[in-house]
């Protein structure tokens, strides 16, 4: 599943929001309950076996999925 990470431009929190497709438009802020949030696509992971696996620069080279993590 894709978690993707925002951050508040009001309070500076960053956090974690599950997104279905590209829709994000219903985020908010956990912190301040803002709408003024910015979306890290940089920092897109994918949950896998209950640990996290950053898909950002480090992604798998060999199969080219962001939650492989059997051939890292
Ligand atoms: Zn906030």
């Known amino acids: 599943m894709p978690i993707y990470e925002f951050q508040c431009k009001d309070c500076g929190e960053v956090f974690e929001e599950l997104v279905l497709g ?3 438009q219903g985020v908010k802020c956990k912190r301040c309950k803002s709408s003024q949030i910015s ?8 949950k896998s076996g209950g640990k996290f696996v ?10 080219s999925s962001g939650s492989c993590s059997s051939c890292k």
Do not use: E, I, R
């Open 39 to 46: 979306k890290l696509m940089s920092q897109v992971a994918f």
């Open 22 to 24: 590209s829709n994000c």
């Open 54 to 63: 950053s898909a950002s620069g480090s992604a798998c080279s060999s199969c």
